[in-house]
């Protein structure tokens, strides 16, 4: 079984709206962290934000927002007020275990564009 | 340095030939890691360190593939006998430490083509 699941491939977004980017997840672990990345069309891989599993508030840096539901097993990314160089593939990743030092595992990704 | 560093940037080889890549993590990461990257698709993991010590292999695709980071610091991904399916973009990325929690930061990759 897959263990990060992104369903939708791309998306379009207008301007200044706001988006979700679906992520779900497959664990058995209790302990585990959940990662998104983008990635603009020049290929860098672009820390965005971070949720633990133990963390009860919904993790947010600026724009990003993580809409965490644990029972659920998906960790979706809110962008608010979208701009163009937000258009890029967005992936979600998860990190397993304590301190295992365990990989980043990743989805297949979503393209978004932004439109103006 | 102030992020992480990879090169060469792009990598032209011909089937058969062996290449290096190299990869110098951010100052202070303990934690090293290659990943692979299909276009349109997720990065796969190959494998990580922790100091020098290589904790997991298991991504690695066959024996034609090492990695080494003998002194803890830069690393070292080798590809033997290139062929053309090993085309890809082949990333590096560090983390301070080996916790759920420690961040995973990504070099910019480097492309390799086997023609």
């Known amino acids: 079984a897959q263990k990060i699941t992104q369903t939708q491939p791309g998306m379009f977004v207008q301007e200044k709206e706001a988006v979700t980017l679906d992520c779900t997840y497959d664990?058995?672990?209790?302990?585990?962290?959940l990662f998104w990345y983008k990635q603009p069309s020049s290929g860098e891989m672009i820390f965005l934000i971070y949720?633990?599993?133990?963390?009860?508030q919904n993790a947010t840096e600026g724009r990003y927002s993580l809409n965490f539901q644990k029972a659920r097993k998906s960790a979706n990314l809110v962008i608010s007020a979208s701009q163009l160089g937000d258009s890029a593939m967005y992936f979600c990743?998860?990190?397993?275990?304590?301190?295992?030092?365990?990989?980043?595992?990743f989805g297949g990704g979503t393209r978004l564009m932004v439109k103006p | 340095g102030a992020g992480v560093s990879q090169s060469p940037r792009y990598k032209v080889t011909k089937r058969g030939q062996d290449v290096a890549l190299r990869c110098d993590p951010i100052?202070?990461?303990?934690?090293l890691y290659w990943y692979r990257q299909a276009l349109g698709q997720g990065p796969e993991f190959l494998t990580y360190?922790?100091?020098?010590?290589?904790?997991?292999k298991s991504g690695l695709p066959n024996d034609r593939f090492s990695a080494e980071r003998p002194e803890g610091s830069i690393s070292t991904l080798t590809i033997q006998r290139t062929e053309q399916r090993d085309s890809a973009m082949y990333r590096c990325?560090?983390?301070?430490?080996?916790?759920?929690?420690?961040?995973?930061?990504f070099g910019e990759g480097s492309w390799l083509t086997v023609v």
């Open positions: 990325a560090s983390s301070l430490g080996a916790g759920r929690g420690n961040t995973i930061y």
């Open positions: 664990t058995s672990d209790q302990s585990y962290g």
């Open positions: 949720q633990g599993s133990y963390d009860e």
């Open positions: 990743a998860m990190r397993e275990g304590g301190n295992a030092g365990n990989m980043l595992t």
């Open positions: 100052s202070g990461h303990v934690s």
């Open positions: 360190f922790n100091y020098e010590a290589q904790q997991d």
